[in-house]
């Protein structure tokens, strides 16, 4: 079992409350510590890098005591640690991410405007953290007019064939797991197909047979799936394989589910930084349930495709 804790960053505001309730029960699932984090936004001489430790006083950081409170009347919480420090929010949270299995976070803190429907640090921390990052979103997105692919309890994630996210499978299969809830993976792929080729500005349609198309998606999507399925055997998933926008799909299929789960782009060759990639960035910002964004496993963890 993983030791490390689950850290829920909590600032005061009604989305932070939201992550932290989120937070507790995933530390208690896990069997594991719950770190609350207050992180102030430090000043404008000091490092933008690192949290530094608020100085003696004579009574805590008013924040976690309001944290404190509020987990007080929840029952039977499993331990919980403390920390509170001024710094860079996202720089100091994903500095504390090397030494976590989950951070959580609302969408939105206190500061910014409050029309956004995703904050910068949220943003910056699903980016940038080391581990996977959980962000708790407002009520009152869901659509009435959007009905769930498949209705009931169940976890949702997505898979793009082209580029699998070996991570972010076994992410959605071990929450599947612990939540004993079917797992949804949604496999969207581009319809009708298009090509670059053609005058400039001209989109040419591809001629091809659509259900030779969905079937060689559904067979690579159980492909992926076989490795995961054989480690996880009480899970129920299916690949929804559907045509259509992949951001679309699954922000339509996140209606009504407990957790959606993305994987974060991978770093390359032409561009080193991390990225979120478009699909992910869209989940973030209009998905009614709580995301999980994934970072890619290191190299040496990641699966050989060439291996039998």
């Known amino acids: 079992m993983d030791t490390l804790p689950v ?3 909590f600032d005061g505001s009604d989305d932070s409350v939201r992550a932290l309730d989120w937070a507790l029960d995933a530390a208690r699932r896990r069997g594991t510590t719950l770190r609350v984090v207050h992180v102030r936004q430090y000043a404008a001489w000091a490092p933008a890098g690192i949290m530094l430790p608020l100085p003696p006083a004579g009574q805590e950081d008013p924040v976690l005591g309001e944290a404190r409170t ?6 039977a919480p499993p331990a919980v640690k403390y920390t509170a420090g001024d710094g860079a929010p996202s720089a100091a949270l994903c500095e504390l991410s090397a030494e976590a299995q989950l951070l959580v976070l609302g969408s939105r803190g206190r500061g910014g405007f409050a029309s956004l429907l995703l904050g910068s640090n949220s943003l910056s921390t699903a980016r940038d953290a080391e581990c996977p990052v959980v962000v708790v979103p407002r009520p009152g997105r869901e659509q009435e007019d959007v009905p769930a692919a498949e209705p009931g309890p169940r976890v949702v994630v997505g898979l ?11 992410f959605a299969f071990a929450e599947a797991a612990a939540r004993d809830v079917r797992l949804q993976v949604v496999a969207a792929y581009p319809w009708p197909l298009h090509s670059g080729a053609g005058a400039p500005g001209e989109v040419v ?4 047979d659509q259900e030779a198309v969905e079937h060689e998606t559904r067979v690579l999507a159980d492909g992926f799936l076989a490795p995961h399925r054989a480690r996880h055997p009480g899970v129920r998933a299916r690949a929804y394989v559907t045509p259509g926008d992949a951001a679309g799909r699954l922000v339509a299929a996140a209606h009504g589910a407990e957790l959606t789960v993305v994987g974060r782009h991978r770093r390359r060759l032409l561009a080193p930084a991390r990225m979120i ?9 209009h998905a009614p349930s709580p995301i999980a964004v994934v970072p890619p496993a290191p190299p040496e963890e990641r699966s050989d495709p060439a291996a039998p």
Do not use: F, K, Y
């Open 7 to 9: 850290i829920a960053a």
């Open 277 to 285: 990639g478009s699909v992910t960035q869209a989940v973030l910002l």
């Open 160 to 170: 793009n064939v082209d580029s699998p996210d070996d991570a972010a499978l076994g």
């Open 70 to 75: 509020h987990l007080a009347e929840r029952p």
């Open 205 to 208: 349609s591809v001629m091809a």
